[in-house]
């Protein structure tokens, strides 16, 4: 049997058409064939971005003797992540569960019926000296308890399966109280890293979602302390190397506490995340350094991520040109920015950015990380920005990582709608102009009023994930309020009426990952209902959508949509608290809930003058729970309503500014 990935879509499938391993794609056909040759499955899911996925690809599945086996006495099943979210969160939970972590590349063993009894993550083709086990004997052991000790592995999977309904359901009933954030907060504050910024220790990843509730808890309590760990972790991370100085953007994550070295994949959808915290910082505190991060970052998402003849984003940039690469596209010598810079520019980036003989890449000790370890004087700033240009260039020259092409609706919507808050903080009407051509293209060419969202702009399969659902409903509401045209409004509506038909828990309240039509595809385990609410890695489906309510319920004044927010959140109370900085997005849900909501009403005349202006200043003002609503109207006028207090209409920019100033 051939090796099945060539006509994928897939860019991390069709980059394993060529391996010796007979590789089938997720579906039936597979657990099919495993059922008739009586073999169990391997399943790899991994990703066209992971550096240790491209690891295991080079060093196990492209050797013979590797494919042989696994030809021999297995099925192998590869998965894109990207593309099956919905396969890839059942999986890892299992995983977790027998192994005690998770990551990618993920390797499971299963049953032809699909249950897990082994896994792991990365194995090195021979036993290495971190105690784990080279790959092949891996394969032998399990292929010879298959055959021979067969009832040890069923119980595996007996066991996993007898918990993956608790484990993948994450709601638990409580009381919805004021109780609930100041607890959330307070366990951040716990893992609050005091010495580098962030939250825990290494490895080290951005929590954009809890920097954004903890800015509105010093919005709402002015406490130092919310804003101070906000103001260390995000200065900290774009000092970092997690920071790419030269192009834009943030790195995944870092490995050391430090910020420093990172492993180098950029995602659309973490870029998105933390675009919105710097604007958010920005807007609140009126610091530029947040600003400029925030530039940065959309202008890596216009060079890199953007298509505009096709108006979509692509989903991310691998961290490797080739699999025994280690970020050399991203790291310096000293003697590669000695043959670049003149005298003056290499001491000023030596200084500022840490560059010496010996860097921080353990693969090549030569390489150097940009991370800023000391800020130059204003009056070297010019020079500086010269030498950083070249540096740009040099690396612009070199081959590039990967750029995965495939507009997830999801990550897209997620990109536009932080473009929509980039464009008013930044006054960026560029940023506008691309986020709600996307937008429409969302509408156009992946929303079914039948079927529900698509999952790929443009592809009618795979659909029905709720993550999708949500997200462009979220993004709907970003465009119903940069432009005031209602169509937005209805359109986020719409999907989530929608989506509320198709993953509502009527008995149990909050959301299913996937539709209920779509459960049960490929293996047993995609029939088990999951209800997540844990941000990990992107915001979880269920906090989006308890947000999209809240908006609703401001915006339209439908009691429907309240009443539909309350269940919502009593669903997950239970566990709010306690997911701290992993249930970020239900607790900033649980806050519009919980706290007065401000409206910022801006009827006037479409175009230039006071009305534009003030919807401007309405869009830029910084507050934690805010709606604003244009509307067009013989005369400008602006109210501010928070709770059910609203203030007498103002006519000018000025006015309203004063306004917000006071209330």
Request: charged share 25%.
């Amino acid at each position: 049997m051939a090796n099945l990935l060539g006509a994928e879509p897939s860019a991390y499938l069709r980059s394993a058409s060529h391996q010796p391993v007979h590789w089938q794609p997720w579906g039936e056909p597979a657990f099919t064939r495993a059922r008739a040759e009586d073999k169990p499955v391997l399943l790899d899911i991994g990703a066209v971005w992971c550096h240790w996925c491209h690891v295991m690809d080079g060093e196990s599945y492209e050797d013979a003797a590797v494919a042989e086996i696994l030809n021999r006495e297995f099925v192998c099943v590869k998965v894109d992540r990207d593309e099956r979210p919905d396969v890839d969160a059942r999986y890892q939970r299992a995983v977790q569960a027998l192994a005690g972590q998770g990551g990618w590349p993920l390797t499971a063993f299963l049953t032809p019926n699909g249950d897990v009894f082994f896994g792991g993550t990365y194995f090195p083709p021979e036993p290495n000296p971190y105690n784990r086990p080279g790959f092949r004997s891996v394969l032998l052991h399990l292929a010879g308890l298959w055959r021979e000790d067969r009832d040890k592995l069923l119980g595996n999977a007996r066991a996993v399966r007898e918990h993956l309904s608790e484990l993948l359901n994450e709601s638990k009933t409580g009381a919805v109280t004021a109780a609930l954030l100041e607890a959330g907060a307070n366990q951040m504050a716990r893992a609050f890293d005091i010495r580098f910024g962030g939250f825990g220790g290494a490895p080290k990843f951005p929590h954009p979602a809890a920097c954004e509730f903890l800015i509105g808890r010093w919005y709402d309590t002015r406490e130092d302390w919310p804003r101070e760990i906000v103001e260390k972790t995000l200065l900290a991370m774009a000092r970092g190397g997690i920071r790419d100085h030269l192009g834009g953007g943030f790195h995944r994550y870092a490995v050391d506490e430090r910020w420093i070295v990172p492993h180098f994949e950029k995602m659309s959808y973490d870029n998105a995340a933390l675009l919105r915290a710097y604007c958010a910082a920005g807007a609140a505190w009126g610091d530029p350094r947040f600003r400029d991060v925030a530039q940065e970052i959309v202008r890596w998402v216009f060079e890199v991520l953007t298509d505009p003849a096709r108006k979509e984003f692509a989903a991310s940039q691998d961290a490797d040109v080739g699999p025994r690469d280690d970020g050399d596209y991203w790291t310096w010598t000293l003697d590669e920015a000695r043959s670049l810079l003149d005298a003056r520019e290499l001491e000023l980036v030596r200084t500022t950015f840490d560059i010496g003989p010996r860097g921080e890449m353990h693969h090549n000790q030569a390489k150097n990380v940009l991370w800023r370890a000391s800020e130059p004087a204003p009056a070297d700033l010019p020079a500086l920005r010269n030498a950083m240009t070249k540096l740009k260039a040099a690396r612009d020259a070199r081959p590039a990582p990967f750029v995965d092409r495939t507009p997830y609706v999801s990550w897209n919507a997620m990109l536009a709608g932080a473009l929509l808050q980039a464009g008013a903080v930044l006054d960026r009407p560029d940023c506008n102009t691309i986020a709600l051509q996307v937008l429409d293209r969302i509408w156009r060419q992946a929303w079914d009023e039948s079927r529900g969202m698509a999952h790929v702009i443009g592809r009618p399969e795979p659909r029905g994930m709720l993550d999708d659902a949500v997200q462009a409903a979220a993004a709907f509401l970003d465009a119903y309020e940069a432009t005031g045209d209602p169509p937005w409004l209805e359109r986020s509506a719409q999907v989530m009426r929608y989506g509320t038909a198709a993953h509502w828990d009527e008995a149990a309240g909050g959301y299913f990952d996937l539709a209920r039509d779509r459960r049960g595809e490929g293996a047993t385990y995609l029939a088990t209902p999951a209800k997540p609410v844990q941000d990990a890695p992107t915001p979880s489906p269920n906090g989006v959508a308890a947000l999209v309510l809240a908006r609703l319920a401001a915006l339209t004044g439908d009691p429907a949509w309240r009443s539909l927010l309350d269940r919502q959140l009593a669903a997950f109370a239970g566990v709010a608290a306690d997911l701290s900085l992993h249930g970020a997005t239900i607790l900033r849900a649980l806050d519009w809930a919980l706290q007065p909501v401000t409206r910022i009403d801006v009827p006037g005349p479409r175009g230039d003058g006071p009305a534009c202006a003030m919807h401007l200043l309405a869009l830029r003002a910084y507050r934690p729970r805010k709606v604003v609503v244009r509307r067009e109207a013989p005369a400008p006028a602006a109210t501010v309503c928070v709770g059910t207090t609203c203030s007498l209409p103002v006519g000018s920019p000025a006015a309203l500014e004063a306004l917000l100033a006071t209330r």
